[in-house]
């Protein structure tokens, strides 16, 4: 079996302002089971990055261990990818932040991957608000590993071998909203009107942008009482708003149903139109997504959409006050001050 996707596409595909189709924002061919919710994600990343104009050669993909963090094979090729150990992810993400502030960074991780043996770093990373988009595909259990429940399972739901969850799942969502993320969203899999513009919005946004979404495994949990099932999502999944974002560079109309709007800067000019559906909900208002979030799941729904964000505040480089210029760009000039800063450095010390 080949695993080298094939090269032949419609001549006429339409084309962004960079020139690339579609297809050049695609990799290799996926090897994950046949209608697994991840290769959905994987599309939508690429349909973004399409749509926002990005050069592919921009972006360092990094990822975990899991059925997710295989996915940056499958999105983008032509960028810079790495694949860390079991967790670690957040880490290296930061490390290559540090080094070079210009790419985009886009983390793929997993349920296990964060919400167990990742989740000391997944706290850190959020508290250091690392300019970066954090995807957590989300199934419910270790489909590497033959189906366990992971620790975002739902307390009573059962997975197809028909044991039944006894414990409280973690709330990822929630967690980052609470930790202080500037950015956290939530979506499903299967609902690519949805998933698209959140994945847009979240990579213009400067700071730790979370993206939590529900992705069914269709091997291990996609049986009747999973609460991560195609079924159970797409009957208990309540959207906290209809959203599109909008480029400053460009206008774009669009049309919404009735109830209020609100019209969003981020802090890079760009905008974002969202138009609220509950008024006891306000995307801005830390305590307000709290509570919007505990509501849904008191009520066993799946709460999707912006769920909160900072329209502006300052990042890790902000915090440490690094330099502007990647580090592989300096010279010995801006490296190797001279002896008299070096004598007054140690006359400091003194």
Known sequence: MSYV??????PHLPKNDLGYTVDYYEGSLSTLCAGCGHDSISAAVAQACFEL????????????????????????EHSHGFNSVHGRMPSVATGANLANRDLIYL?????????????????????????????????????????????????????????????????LASLAIELGA??????????KDQLVPLIKVAMAHRGFAFLNVVSPCVTFNNNVGSTKSYDYVRNHMEMTSTMDFVPISREITADYAEGSAQLVTMHDGSQ????????DWDPLNRISAINAVQIARSKGEVLTGLLYMEAASPDLHDYLK???APLNSLTEKELCPGSAMLDEICNGLR
Do not use: W
């Open 322 to 324: 690094t330099c502007d």
């Open 182 to 191: 500037t950015f956290v969203a939530q979506s499903f899999s299967g609902d």
């Open 107 to 171: 983390g793929v991780s997993g349920d296990g991957d964060t919400a167990s043996i990742g989740m000391g770093q997944f706290v850190h990373v959020i508290r250091r608000n690392l300019n970066m988009l954090y995807i957590v595909m989300n199934n419910g259990c270790y489909g590497l590993t033959k189906g366990q429940d992971s620790a975002t399972a739902d307390a009573g739901s059962i997975n197809k071998s028909g044991h039944i969850n006894p414990f409280e799942s973690i709330d």
């Open 272 to 279: 974002i139109c969202l138009r609220k559906l509950d008024h």
């Open 53 to 76: 104009n990005i050069e592919p050669h921009k972006v360092a993909k990094m990822s975990g261990i899991g059925c997710s963090s295989k996915t940056p094979a499958y999105f983008l």
């Open 5 to 10: 996707r094939s090269k032949f596409r419609h």
